[in-house]
């Protein structure tokens, strides 16, 4: 609910992307805020003179980014429709004050009008000859507007409050107007302390009387503000300036490089989750496959952290943290344990708190393999049929996932070693779960590709030059070419959209799950920044590097997976399913494009069966109570998220969070009176796979429950995974459609 403190962390190169890769495991990743107001000096000024670096940044970008040649005086770069168009110079100087401001609240619209009438005309021209005079004077004014507002929030904190007013605040001000002028700026400040001191006073896990939260937490955002130092400053201003390009785009400067490369080396060492800062709170944008946290299951993408504690000790709260702090704080020692208070993504109400409970461990990459499953599935007439079940949480290689004592691991052999038992078990169908895959590799995206539509071209890549190249796989056949479901969300990424959007295109899978994956079709390379220095020299220092956007990618039907991703035949309700997580939701995306289409041998059984099964599974979904739970839970999300406003009545907030619990306990009941039906399901894993006889999948156990949590005593009923259930009913259904047409094909 607070104004986020102006990080910007890691991303993959060929993966997800998504914004973070603050990966709570060892090895922090550096901080980076901003420097500066009129004049001010930054404290704790490093070696590196970052004049230098920024020039040479700027040209990297303008010359060798996928938009080439774009200038940053281009007076209409391209961008999309929904946005207004803006010079590169305004658009660079605008995100560089939505980082540091991100809920338009510390700085006036008379501050944004005097920074755009004073740096940007000269902006572009400044950057390429190495002038940060404006990034470093609006820090300090950043800085200083801080300061001013700090000390006021803990006067308005201190105040007496008995929350029955019929105000409301707006949750998100990252689209609002700035405040006209500081009394406006007061009077939304003054609502905005007042909706934290009500969403403490709601916590039912309190860590110290509200006021004194609250206070807290405006003096550790001031200190995380003044420990920035020049580096900082610029690295977030460089960031801001790569990412007027693409969001995939950024910097990393020599100390965050540094911390990067130390992160690599080190054992992964923590509860495997990727965050992000989101509105002053750590959001989880990925929970890492074969992970604790993905062990655990209860946490989610999009919950947010709100406090951490140690073991059994006390909560601290870290709302308005740095977010490195905040990755401190989670990861730690093999075997202990940490403990998070989250506001889950599906709540309505931001001060409900679950506190789930995390044995950290090392996170192996054979817990994140590729896995089978054998489901015995009951048909209607009673028939049991053999499905095969792949999951595939990346597509990995030994060049980018190997380490010393591993084996070389590839998602193509594993696959193809699984689908080998799996054929001579006499499966008579199969679903590939990309559900949370965020990417990998390319040739594992080809070469998977393979094994189910033999040989042909299966993605292509135009370059800044407008260079189109074609990737095919080397496969003679199919090796596999039964009926096949690919199943796919919104956090399926990059690589997995590529596997899916072959299979799609050649007729060869039914697509089911989200509306549309992520939609990231884009590639980047890192390149140091100074090696394009020649007469670059800083004893003990570097230029950092440069994250750089360089091809897009195309569907063999011609059109590009950026931004739109793979569309569903099949769109089933689920609760990733939100604009909110996707290539669409970040800053300044490249647009969708098309190239010319590839010829390709297309298999004809799948295709015209697609609104037979659509129709089938529609009907299914409408009787289901659970899809309804879903459908119901993520309209309200949305009509919350359109609403966009928060009461500040203790009354009301009360009331909403009672119908919350009235309608969780409503469903679990309706669970018990009903529950999922059990098939019977055996592993195969690559620990099994040679095994004369596979073993039963066991249901994983539930996790343990905090004795704090008020809702230890009656733990809820876990709902089934209805996505799943379903998936396997259409593969049911294509199935037995695919064996009629080749039987009558056959007589």
């Given amino acids: 609910m607070t104004s986020s403190l102006p990080k910007v962390t890691k991303k993959l190169f060929f993966g997800v992307a998504l914004f973070a890769v603050a990966l709570c495991w060892s090895g922090s990743l550096s901080a980076e805020d901003t420097n500066a107001s009129v004049t001010t000096a930054p404290t704790n000024a490093p070696t590196t003179d970052m004049g230098p670096v920024a020039a040479t940044v700027a040209r990297m970008l303008e010359q060798g980014h996928y938009l080439h040649p774009l200038s940053l005086a281009e007076k209409n770069p391209p961008h999309l429709e929904s946005e207004p168009p803006l010079p590169m110079s305004e658009r660079v100087l605008k995100n560089y004050l939505q980082v540091l401001d991100y809920n338009h609240l510390y700085f006036t619209k008379g501050d944004v009008d005097e920074f755009n009438d004073r740096y940007a005309p000269t902006l572009a021209s400044d950057i390429l000859h190495g002038d940060l005079t404006a990034p470093r004077e609006i820090f300090t004014r950043y800085r200083q507007r801080v300061e001013e507002r700090v000390a006021k929030n803990k006067v308005l904190a201190a105040a007496p409050h008995d929350f029955s007013s019929d105000k409301s605040i707006q949750i998100d001000r990252k689209k609002a107007p700035w405040p006209a002028d500081e009394a406006e700026a007061d009077k939304l400040w003054a609502d905005r302390i007042e909706a934290e001191l009500l969403q403490e006073h709601l916590n039912e896990h309190p860590i110290n009387p509200p006021a004194k939260v609250v206070s807290k937490r405006y003096d550790q955002y001031l200190k995380s503000i003044n420990e920035q130092n020049d580096e900082d400053v610029i690295k977030t201003f460089l960031d801001a300036l790569a990412q007027s390009y693409d969001p995939h785009s950024d910097y990393m400067s020599p100390s965050e490089m540094e911390n990067f490369m130390i992160q690599m080396k080190l054992s992964l060492v923590g509860i495997g989750a990727v965050l992000r800062p989101d509105d002053g709170y750590a959001k989880i944008v990925e929970v890492v496959p074969g992970g604790p946290a993905d062990k655990d299951g209860r946490l989610k993408a999009n919950d947010r952290i709100a406090a951490v504690a140690q073991g059994k000790g006390p909560f601290e709260d870290v709302v308005d943290m740095n977010l490195d702090k905040v990755v401190e704080k989670i990861r730690g020692d093999k075997g202990s344990l940490v403990r998070l208070q989250v506001i889950p993504a599906n709540t309505t109400d931001p001060s409900k708190r679950s506190v789930i409970e995390i044995n950290r461990d090392v996170v192996q990459l054979k817990d994140a393999e590729t896995k089978g499953e054998i489901i015995e599935s009951k048909g209607a007439d009673g028939t049991i049929k053999k499905l095969g079940w792949l999951t595939v949480p990346s597509f990995y290689n030994s060049e980018m996932d190997h380490q010393p004592g591993q084996r070389e691991a590839s998602t193509t052999k594993d696959v193809r070693r699984i689908l080998t038992r799996m054929k001579k078990e006499g499966i008579q169908g199969l679903v590939v779960d990309l559900r949370r ?80 994956s992520f939609g990231k079709g884009t590639v980047q390379t890192l390149l140091d920044v100074d090696k394009f220095m020649p007469l670059f020299h800083s004893e003990g220092a570097g230029a950092g590097s440069l994250k750089l956007t360089i091809q897009k990618f195309y569907r063999v039907s011609g059109g590009s997976t950026q931004h739109r991703g793979v569309l569903s035949d099949i769109v089933l309700p689920s609760p990733t399913d939100t604009p909110e997580i996707g290539e ?19 298999f004809s059984t799948t295709t015209p069966l697609i609104e037979a099964l659509r129709q089938r599974s529609s009907s299914r979904v409408a009787k289901d109570p659970e899809f309804h739970f879903i459908s119901e839970d993520m309209k309200l999300l949305r009509e919350r998220l359109d609403r966009n406003q928060l009461s500040l009545n203790e009354k009301v907030r009360k009331a909403e969070l009672a119908n919350e619990k009235k309608t969780r306990e409503e469903r679990d009941a309706e669970r018990k009176l009903h529950p999922e039906p059990q098939d019977k399901a055996y592993e195969v894993s690559l620990d099994t796979v040679d095994k004369p006889e596979l073993p039963l999948v066991t249901k994983k156990k539930a996790p343990p429950a905090d004795p704090e949590d008020d809702e230890a005593a009656t733990p809820p009923v876990d709902a089934p995974d209805m996505v799943r259930l379903e998936a396997l009913k259409i593969l049911e259904d294509l199935s037995s459609m695919t064996h009629s047409l080749r039987t009558a094909g056959s007589q």
């Fill in 437 to 516: 895959d965020g990417g990998g590799s390319l040739e594992e995206a080809i070469n998977l590709s393979g094994l189910f539509v033999g040989p042909g071209p299966v993605v292509q890549a135009k370059d800044s030059n407008g260079r189109v190249s074609v990737s095919e796989d080397s496969e003679i056949k199919p090796f596999y070419d039964g009926p096949m479901v690919v199943l796919i969300n919104r956090l399926s990424a990059s690589a997995s959209e590529i596997f899916a959007a072959a299979l799609q295109d050649y007729g060869r899978a039914v697509i089911v799950g989200d509306q549309r």
């Fill in 584 to 602: 669409g939701s970040l800053p300044n995306p490249l647009a969708y494009d098309e190239v010319d289409p590839q010829p390709i041998n297309k």
